[in-house]
């Protein structure tokens, strides 16, 4: 048991059997279940002690790594004073096969834990005049304008996509049916699947302009809520909630003058730049895409174009058919 479990990846046996493990990697761990009758015998240990844990993600879990050695060795202890009897070489094997087993279980509930409990991101727009731009784990797209604060898992994992702002920002949310997207705010929360809106949460209200698609926006206070649709507003105050219709209004995106983005990867920045613009920059070299920059432009195509290629030594290649290639 000890050489099986040598290499043993917790993190993507968490992923494996809680369901989350996709692409790739779940094929290559089930071709070795296949190839491998040792590894596969103890994965279905491991799932069926898993279904006893009935770990549930959508509440939140205490684990203590040290804790839960400790009743393992005092287990251990137990044991061996009740059966004496046992003779050294056989309670060796015993205690090795035993310690072996809840190392596996304590490493396996640590990364279940440590997945569903990701790390908290807080993100905060000070600078005047700026526009904090920021791509989240499932690709949404969101501008934070002047003293907005925004707080989001490093990943989303569970039935939801959960987020907290306080302040003004524009919103560009991928569409994902199978997990909603959520905002939540002082005074209500806005749910939405995909789709463009201005979201702000200053004072005693909260004001959502959506730009495209629907919305569903829930008072706090009152359990209020309302569908919200593309050139319509609604305005979540003390004890009601009100939706109109509108002629015309200003986002934070179409108010922006300084793009500012921080420790984002170049994919993403562009990415940003051509839904922003309608342009078509094109990034050459998978090692260019994950790049992580911090950069701040004017809003105007033609100086972020000039910037990236200046500020890192990048070369930008025009084609006639309008594309811009980034390269090195």
């Given at each position: 048991?000890?050489?099986?479990?040598?290499?043993?990846?917790?993190?993507?046996?968490?992923?494996?059997?809680?369901?989350?493990?996709?692409?790739?990697?779940?094929?290559?761990?089930?071709?070795?279940?296949?190839?491998?009758?040792?590894?596969?015998?103890?994965?279905?240990?491991?799932?069926?002690?898993?279904?006893?844990?009935?770990i549930?993600?959508e509440?939140?879990?205490?684990?203590?790594?040290l804790?839960?050695?400790?009743?393992v060795?005092?287990?251990?202890?137990?044991?061996?004073?009740?059966?004496?009897?046992?003779?050294?070489?056989?309670?060796?094997?015993?205690?090795?096969?035993?310690?072996?087993?809840?190392?596996?279980?304590?490493?396996?509930?640590?990364?279940?834990?440590?997945?569903?409990?990701?790390?908290?991101?807080?993100?905060?727009?000070?600078?005047?005049?700026h526009?904090?731009?920021?791509?989240?784990?499932?690709?949404?797209?969101?501008?934070?304008?002047?003293?907005?604060?925004l707080?989001?898992?490093?990943?989303?994992?569970?039935?939801?996509?959960?987020?907290?702002?306080?302040?003004?920002?524009?919103?560009?949310?991928?569409?994902?049916?199978?997990?909603?997207?959520?905002?939540?705010?002082?005074?209500?929360?806005?749910?939405?699947?995909?789709?463009?809106?201005?979201?702000?949460?200053?004072?005693?209200?909260?004001?959502?302009?959506?730009?495209?698609?629907?919305?569903?926006?829930?008072?706090?206070?009152?359990?209020?809520?309302?569908?919200?649709?593309?050139?319509?507003?609604?305005?979540?105050?003390?004890?009601?909630?009100?939706?109109?219709?509108?002629?015309?209004?200003?986002?934070?995106?179409?108010?922006?003058?300084?793009?500012?983005?921080?420790?984002?990867?170049?994919?993403?920045?562009?990415?940003v730049?051509?839904?922003?613009?309608?342009?078509?920059?094109?990034?050459?070299?998978?090692?260019?895409?994950?790049?992580?920059?911090?950069?701040?432009?004017?809003?105007?195509?033609?100086?972020?174009?000039?910037?990236?290629?200046?500020?890192?030594?990048?070369?930008?290649t025009?084609?006639?058919?309008?594309?811009?290639?980034?390269?090195?």
């Open positions: 048991m000890k050489n099986a479990n040598k290499h043993i990846n917790f993190n993507l046996l968490a992923r494996y059997l809680s369901g989350e493990l996709t692409g790739p990697s779940k094929w290559l761990l089930n071709l070795k279940l296949q190839v491998s009758k040792p590894f596969w015998a103890e994965v279905q240990k491991l799932n069926q002690l898993y279904s006893i844990m009935k549930n993600p509440k939140p879990i205490e684990f203590n790594p804790k839960a050695w400790e009743k060795q005092n287990r251990i202890v137990q044991n061996s004073a009740q059966h004496h009897y046992i003779s050294t070489g056989q309670l060796n094997l015993k205690l090795v096969r035993v310690a072996a087993v809840a190392t596996i279980m304590i490493g396996l509930s640590a990364s279940l834990w440590f997945y569903y409990h990701p790390k908290t991101i807080k993100l905060a727009n000070l600078a005047k005049n526009t904090t731009i920021t791509t989240l784990p499932d690709g949404s797209q969101v501008y934070l304008g002047n003293q907005a604060i707080e989001y898992p490093k990943r989303f994992v569970g039935k939801t996509r959960s987020i907290s702002l306080s302040g003004e920002a524009y919103f560009d949310v991928e569409k994902n049916l199978n997990q909603p997207f959520i905002i939540k705010t002082h005074k209500a929360n806005v749910t939405v699947v995909g789709t463009s809106f201005n979201l702000k949460a200053l004072g005693n209200e909260v004001f959502l302009d959506v730009v495209e698609g629907k919305v569903k926006i829930t008072h706090t206070g009152t359990s209020e809520s309302a569908l919200v649709g593309a050139g319509e507003f609604a305005i979540a105050l003390d004890s009601k909630l009100i939706v109109k219709r509108r002629e015309a209004s200003q986002t934070v995106k179409s108010k922006m003058k300084i793009l500012l983005f921080q420790d984002e990867t170049l994919a993403d920045i562009v990415r730049i051509n839904n922003t613009y309608g342009s078509n920059l094109i990034i050459q070299g998978d090692e260019l895409k994950k790049m992580r920059i911090s950069v701040t432009f004017d809003n105007d195509i033609s100086s972020i174009v000039i910037i990236l290629s200046a500020s890192f030594n990048l070369k930008v025009r084609n006639t058919n309008g594309s811009i290639i980034i390269s090195r």
